[in-house]
């Protein structure tokens, strides 16, 4: 079953989609924030047109354990998604995905003006993967 991972962000969503065998974790695209009914259809479609089984959504949380403005944005998303589609809606702690990602640019060994550019879709793997391992 493949599993599309969601980092919802203000101004782009970061995908990544994982393997038939839920296994892998790969960068999938990144799009650009429209609105919080379009952006779930656009994920929704993406999510049929490539067979998958769930969908996760990163949600982040404050030091008290609660979800912060980010993760209530998230859940808010989540529910517009499970709306859009028959097909299964997860939240997920997303705490340091982007930290993760920019970590992971940097072990690359991507120069600091290429850097700049947008993490999304590695963040958005970065959950997945947490995701994954979780699951074991």
């Excluded at 998230?74 to 930290?99: G, H, M, N």
């Amino acid at each position: 079953m493949r599993i599309l991972a969601v980092d919802h962000g203000e101004k782009r969503i970061g995908l990544a989609l994982s393997d038939p065998t839920a296994t892998i974790a790969s960068p999938f695209k990144a799009i650009e924030h429209v609105s919080r009914l379009l952006d779930a259809a656009q994920v929704a479609n993406l999510a049929a047109e490539n067979e998958v089984g769930l969908i996760v959504v990163g949600q982040s949380f404050d030091e008290e354990g609660k979800p912060n403005l980010a993760g209530r944005r998230a859940a808010k998303f989540a529910e517009a998604l499970r709306e859009q589609t028959e097909i299964p809606v997860e939240l997920f702690d997303e705490s340091f995905s982007t930290q993760d990602a920019r970590a992971t640019v940097i072990e690359l060994g991507v120069s600091r003006k290429k850097r700049a550019g947008h993490h999304d879709s590695l963040a958005a793997v970065a959950i997945l993967r947490s995701f994954l391992e979780a699951r074991k």
